[in-house]
């Protein structure tokens, strides 16, 4: 379903993905894991066109991202996109957060777009929060709108960058129980993360970044018991 291809960027003289090629077949969970500065979240924005790059081929159900005829806005509509920080509409009532998309985008009924966000609102646990502003909620209550939010617009695949790595310790599980249910349910994944728990629990396969390039690319216990590099190797022991 995603095919990324020697995929390389540069900022200025600086690059920051080198040659990176790796897919996602559909149903599939792909963990990315890495030091800070890496690349992991530049890699993740060039699957929805988020991060343009100068080299390589992305090709996402078909569609080829890179392309100038590509309609980006209508990729996206049909990619999932959760951050570290929420980004939901401070100004709009979770509800509205959960329907505007919904209406501007896909073009649904106010009545439908309503529908459709309590019943995502409702799988993660908070109908009772519609009328709430996502200044009055939790961070871990704020993650899993943004998620719902995102399920709401029926995405092929889901791509998360750290969407645990801004919440309170005692938050993080409650954002990671709703996504492992995503990938038990075969939503087709790929998740920048640092919590190897989920990783072993539900990814298909394991991507190790460093420096711009992706050094390990494996299943996910050829990764935990074997890995290939001693970055990996060094990496999985401070974190574990
Ligand atoms: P990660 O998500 O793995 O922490 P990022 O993809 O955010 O890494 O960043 C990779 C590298 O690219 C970092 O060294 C970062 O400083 C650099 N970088 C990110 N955005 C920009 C930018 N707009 N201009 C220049 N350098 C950038
Ligand atoms: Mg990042």
Redesign the pocket.
Known sequence: MIEIKNISKW??Q?Q?LKDCTTGVKKGDVMVIC??????????IKTVNGLEPFQQGEIIVDGTSVGAKNTDLPALRARIGMVFQNFELFPHLSVRDNLTLGQIKVLGRSADEANARGLQYLDRVGLLAQQDKFPGQLSGGQQQRVAIARALAMDPIAMLF??PTSALDPEMINEVLDVMVGLAQEGMTMMV?THEMGFARKVANRVVF?DQ?AILEDSGKDEFFQAPKTDRARDFLARII
């Open positions: 900022y200025g600086f920051v890495g030091p800070s500065g890496s690349g992991k979240s530049t890699l960058d750290e920048v970044m711009g």
